[in-house]
């Protein structure tokens, strides 16, 4: 089990950027494949959180939402068990609650990650 806890969210202009930063505890950090997840206000209960970015163990692969691609990018550093979500370019359509969470298996789904962190706000004001 890895624990994780995010940091760096905060209110930003449109155009701005943030930097989120996701510290994990546990020794199986460096298998994990680490994602960042959303959940924008008003969702409905029941609705699964919006896949942003995801990395593999070693880094050398990403994947990115459509909706983010471009504008965000997904790094992590194993030997400061710490994974970051740099955010350029930001929208109010950004704004929500950014987690990030941790799986054994390669997915975008959220059902299949393990581990999750308690989640960062970022608000992004027109």
């Known amino acids: 089990q890895v624990q994780l806890v995010e940091s760096g969210g905060g209110l930003v202009q449109a155009g701005g950027s943030l930097r989120l930063s996701c510290a994990a505890s546990?020794?199986?950090?460096?298998?994990?494949?680490m994602a960042w997840f959303r959940q924008a206000p008003g969702l409905a209960p029941g609705k699964e959180r919006e896949?942003?970015?995801?990395?593999?163990?070693?880094?050398?692969?990403?994947v990115y939402s459509d909706s983010v691609k471009g504008r965000f990018t997904i790094s992590r550093d194993n030997a400061k068990n710490t994974v970051y979500l740099q955010m350029n370019s930001l929208k109010p359509d950004d704004t929500a609650v950014y987690y990030c969470?941790?799986?054994?298996?390669?997915?975008?789904?959220?059902?299949?990650?393990?581990?999750w962190g308690q989640g960062t706000q970022v608000t992004v004001s027109s």
């Open positions: 969470a941790g799986t054994r298996v390669v997915t975008t789904a959220p059902a299949l990650y393990d581990d």
């Open positions: 546990g020794r199986t950090f460096t298998s994990y494949t």
């Open positions: 896949f942003v970015a995801r990395i593999s163990w070693s880094g050398a692969s990403t």
